[in-house]
């Protein structure tokens, strides 16, 4: 999780604190974030980019974006291990759903709700971390996932049976379509990740850091560690609920076999690879998994067509074996995620060609 | 700065009794530190120091006995709650916020005095960044304090042994405790290291007038600094007094010090 720091290129300098701890410090970082925001406020435009199943893919990687933040800041943060984020997806799913779809509160009512909803639940299966770490805890919030599925599987009608949610509207338009419901996407992941990003530089941020790296001293140090903890809960599964809201008014139905232990599991991953305690980190992970999953679909048929010797399903088979060597090979090869990659690749651009 | 013992005890230890199931550790504890002086507590290992300095610092709850430090009741408070209310503390083997830089390690203990809530933080620009930049301010201070302006941005997990004790205490000022426990600020380091760290120590004493509780192992340090010493043996206090009258002490030289 070691960090390379930064050294701003000649020329650049923090003549006041301000200035020392702004996100954006040179005239060319500025100059990047612009492009990239014109570039992904234009992408339903450009020709080629613009294919519904390319915006469905990159809708999918925002709302997966949100919630795998949410993992991030209670994982990599804060240091306690959740493995039923899904769970707490599907909190706040079935709540704005049904907000919407039983009292017809529209999606900008109900999504607050709906993050708010799941960040209560969160919460209550957060409080065992006062007493338990690591694997232990792991084993609550995979105890939250199997009791959250079971009470939406018997407990109650609808969330069973799966039912229809009204489109976002905004004004005169319906954001039904892909194109149109990219720009809801894109705004909440870019306004969630900068929440993110800002809570983690607070004083939030660092209390959640020092209970991950030392909770005897974080405590010494005047952090009430409980309720950090359950504070590190409830927003990781607030983040969790607003990306539920998301899925549901996008995909317009409410169901829930959205919201598995395997997708849990999958945001996991998600962290690891991006690596663990960073923003960026979390989304070069999610797009990673997400384009390789959407490979493995693309890829799996075709093999399977080629090698026809082979028994029915064994390549596509094959293809998730590939998905979980890759995240093995993460593991060995670049245990602190792509994250740490990224800011190899940036050190390397500020002193090229002097790298020594 | 208040002149030692000026205005009576800034922390008063009365009676404390500390069990871990059938081993005593300490036993029917009672001594005073003065209000900005420099107080080692010395002893044999297994003497009950760090113990007494978990027990003050609310990381052990005692069986009996009470502790007041100003006035204030904290006998059995939790740890964060002893912290906001004056006292704070280093460990014996450095306990960092290793993922953090320097200055963040300095920032995550001024949590107590920032007020910023969540939506705020989210939100950063405005009540959130000023108070940071106020609390960096402070930082700054401690950071010149103990010369560690060349590694303030750097993760103290890659720093080396001496300098992460430096960041240590500064850690604790930064919290502008009353009173500072130290926990052997010194093991483990060269001669150079540990003629710095007394210095810090005393500038700390002197310039910001804290209250310094030292527990530690090196006896020209201790009766050098020292304004006053207490001596503990298997959990039992067996002396108190100014260096002098210590080294002249027989129980300690018995159950210590050593002859010649």
Redesign the interface.
């Known amino acids: 999780?070691?960090?390379i720091?930064?050294y701003p290129p000649s020329g650049v300098y923090s003549d006041s604190?301000?200035k020392d701890?702004r996100i954006v410090k040179t005239g060319k970082q500025r100059l990047m974030a612009i492009a990239g925001l014109v570039f992904l406020a234009a992408l339903p435009f450009i020709p080629g980019l613009n294919a519904p199943y390319h915006l469905r893919l990159l809708i999918g990687i925002g709302i997966a974006v949100i919630v795998a933040l949410g993992l991030n800041i209670l994982t990599g943060y804060c240091g306690q291990l959740n493995v039923g984020q899904s769970a707490f997806m599907m909190v706040g799913a079935f709540t704005s759903g049904m907000l919407n779809a039983y009292w017809g509160w529209p999606f900008w009512a109900s999504v607050i709700p709906g993050g708010l909803a799941a960040a209560g639940v969160g919460v209550i299966f957060g409080i065992p971390s006062v007493r338990l770490k690591g694997l232990y805890l792991a084993l609550t919030t995979l105890g939250a996932q199997i009791i959250l599925t079971w009470i939406a599987l018997y407990g109650v009608t609808v969330t069973s049976a799966g039912f229809t949610v009204e489109p976002v509207r905004l004004g005169g338009i319906v954001f039904n379509t892909p194109q149109k419901f990219y720009y809801v996407a894109l705004a909440f992941t870019l306004g969630m990740a900068l929440?993110a990003k800002?809570?983690m530089?607070?004083?939030?941020?660092?209390?959640f850091?020092?209970i991950?790296?030392?909770d005897?001293?974080?405590?010494?140090?005047?952090?009430?560690?409980f309720k950090y903890k359950l504070?590190a809960f409830a927003?990781c599964t607030f983040y969790a609920g607003i990306g539920g809201a998301l899925l549901v008014h996008y995909m317009m139905w409410a169901q829930l076999e959205s919201f598995t232990l395997q997708d849990s599991v999958w945001y996991v991953a998600m962290i690891i690879v991006g690596g663990l305690?960073s923003i960026e980190g979390t989304i070069f992970g999610v797009i990673f998994i997400t384009v390789l999953k959407e490979l493995v679909l693309v890829v799996g048929p075709m093999a399977q067509e080629t090698l026809s010797f082979l028994p029915i399903g064994a390549a596509s088979g094959m293809m998730l074996v590939f998905i979980g060597s890759v995240a093995i090979l993460f593991g060995v090869l670049e245990p602190r995620g792509m994250a740490h990659r990224w800011s190899l690749i940036k050190s390397f651009y500020r002193l090229w060609p002097f790298g020594y | 700065m208040t002149l030692p013992g000026g205005d009576g005890p800034i922390l008063t230890c009365e009676g404390i009794g500390l069990a871990f199931g059938r081993v005593q550790a300490l036993l029917n504890m009672s001594f005073d530190v003065r209000r900005g002086e420099i107080l080692s507590i010395i002893g044999p290992n297994g003497a009950g120091k760090t113990s007494v300095v978990n027990t003050i610092?609310g990381?052990y709850r005692p069986q009996q006995g009470t502790i007041r430090f100003n006035g204030q009741d904290i006998t059995g408070l939790?740890?964060?709650r002893v912290?906001?209310a004056g006292v704070?503390?280093t460990?014996q083997n450095t306990?960092?916020?290793?993922?953090?830089?320097v200055l963040?390690n300095l920032?995550?203990?001024?949590?107590?005095f920032?007020r910023?809530n969540?939506l705020s933080?989210?939100?950063?620009l405005g009540l959130?960044?000023r108070?940071?930049?106020r609390a960096?301010?402070v930082v700054?201070d401690i950071i010149d304090l103990l010369e560690m302006e060349a590694i303030r941005?750097?993760?103290v997990?890659?720093l080396p042994y001496g300098q992460r004790k430096r960041v240590e205490l500064g850690?604790a000022l930064a919290?502008e405790p009353d009173l500072i426990l130290l926990d052997e600020p010194t093991v483990g380091m060269n001669l150079e290291e540990k003629e710095d760290m007394v210095r810090f120590i005393l500038d700390v004493s002197e310039e910001k007038g804290t209250t310094i509780v030292l527990v530690e192992h090196d006896m020209d340090i201790v009766m050098d600094i020292s304004d006053r010493i207490v001596v503990f043996d298997f959990g039992v206090k067996i002396a108190e007094g100014p260096p002098a009258e210590i080294k002249k002490d027989e129980r300690v030289i018995r159950a210590y010090l050593g002859e010649g």
Do not use: V, W
């Not at chain 1, 530089?201 to 209390?207: E, K, T, Y």
């Not at chain 2, 920032?107 to 107590?112: D, K, P, T, V, Y």
């Open positions: 999780m070691s960090r720091p930064f604190y301000r701890m929440a800002n809570l530089r607070s004083r939030l941020g660092r209390a850091i020092a991950r790296d030392n005897r001293a974080a405590e010494g140090m005047g952090i009430d560690i504070l927003i305690g | 610092t990381f939790p740890p964060h912290a906001k704070a503390r460990f306990e960092l916020f290793a993922g953090l830089t963040d920032l995550a203990a001024r949590h107590i920032l910023s969540i933080c989210a939100i950063y959130a960044e108070e940071d930049i960096r301010q700054e941005k750097q993760e997990g890659t850690r919290l």
